[in-house]
């Protein structure tokens, strides 16, 4: 089994300290922002992210073997009030703030996420099995949800965080499930940001919060257990 750190590929070769991070029987998996407000190919997207479309039936393919070995798959989406008291007619997220520094902000921004809209169907496949959090209203998907009590509840340690975007509420989320005491989990392969922060943001997450790796070689070594 191999994971990244500072952009190299290492063998792990003390697998007695990482086991707690490739037991798949205290695994779930946490798909992110997979819905069509990033990934929509409507000229009217509200926040698109173009590079996220290329890891849609890779996330598909993935989690169809996580559910054959049954670990549990939890999506988590952005879920906005209709009236936009969360966010934008509200305290206005600082992420939709800085986004006015862009040279061609979204003309829709003030879109994303909002409930009852098209912009928050699921762009990947959710099955009855799987769980869902529909009330990620900031960057991280620990952040006023009931992800940590679903995780303690259904007895999981570990997260494999995959998804959009890399840098943002995949780095975030990975922050806050370390700073929970989870074991954090990231196939590299498996997410997708700004295409000029997306190394950084993966090489600060092996660097504090967690496994990076390959989603193929966690599955061969999850499959040799």
């Known amino acids: 089994m191999h994971a990244y750190y500072d952009g190299e590929k290492r063998l792990i070769t003390d697998e007695i300290i990482f086991e707690q991070y490739l037991d798949p029987k205290k695994t779930a998996v946490i798909t992110i922002d997979m819905h ?3 990934l929509s190919d409507d ?3 509200p926040a698109p992210s173009p590079r996220g479309k290329e890891i849609i039936e890779p996330i598909n393919k993935f989690v169809t073997n996580c559910r054959s070995m049954s670990i549990p798959i939890i999506h988590v989406r952005s879920v906005l009030r209709r009236d936009g008291s969360d966010d ?3 305290n206005k997220s600082a992420w939709r703030i800085m986004s006015s520094f862009r040279e061609q902000p ?5 879109a994303h996420g909002i409930e009852g809209s098209k912009w928050i169907e699921f762009s990947v496949d959710v099955q009855p099995s799987d769980y869902q959090i529909d009330s990620k209203k900031r960057l ?4 006023v949800t009931d992800l940590e009590l679903l995780l303690r509840n259904i007895k999981k340690e570990t997260i494999i965080l995959v998804g959009a975007l890399t840098d943002c509420c995949v780095l975030n989320t990975s922050s806050d499930g370390a700073n929970r005491d989870f074991r954090v989990v990231v196939p590299k392969d498996l997410t997708r940001g700004n295409a000029q922060l997306e190394a950084s943001a993966l090489q600060i997450i ?6 990076v790796v390959e989603s193929d070689d966690l599955l061969a070594h999850w499959a040799e257990r």
Do not use: K, Q, W
Not at 106 to 110: M, R, T
Not at 140 to 143: E, I
Not at 206 to 211: D, K, M, P
């Open 206 to 211: 092996a660097r504090y919060f967690g496994l």
């Open 43 to 45: 000229p009217d997207c």
């Open 88 to 90: 934008i007619n509200g």
């Open 106 to 110: 979204p003309e829709n921004l003030d």
């Open 36 to 38: 069509e407000g990033h």
């Open 140 to 143: 991280s998907a620990f952040y």
